[in-house]
C-alpha cells in the first residue's frame, strides 16, 4: 500500500506499508492491504506506521485531520504534524 501523510505546509511521509493505524473520531482503526474505500476524520494523537518488512515502525503525532482510503492509496491530511 502507498501510504502519503500531508500537512498544508508540507509532504510528512510518503511511501510503502503494510499496515497504518490512525485516530479516528470514533477510536483507533487499522488500515490494512484492500481495506474497503473510507473517508474518516481524525483527532490529535498518533499515525502508526508499519513499513514493508513488517520491523520497521514510525508514528507521527498530528492535530486533527481526513484520511482517505481508495485502491491501497492512503492519504493523510493532517492540520499539522507535532514532534
Known amino acids: 500500500m502507498n501510504l502519503e ?3 498544508p505546509d508540507k509532504k510528512v511521509f510518503e511511501g510503502e506499508v503494510t499496515a497504518v493505524t490512525v485516530p479516528g473520531t470514533l ?3 487499522q488500515i490494512l492491504k484492500d481495506h474497503a474505500p473510507i473517508i474518516s476524520t481524525l483527532e490529535d494523537g498518533p499515525v502508526i ?3 514493508v518488512s513488517g520491523k ?3 508514528t507521527f503525532n498530528i492535530k486533527g485531520g481526513v ?3 481508495l485502491d491501497n492509496k492512503i492519504v493523510v491530511l ?3 504534524v507535532v514532534a
Open 5 to 7: 501523510i500531508l500537512t
Open 27 to 29: 477510536g483507533s482503526f
Open 49 to 51: 506506521i508499519k513499513g
Open 56 to 58: 520497521e515502525e514510525n
Open 67 to 69: 484520511v482517505e482510503v
Open 78 to 80: 493532517a492540520e499539522a
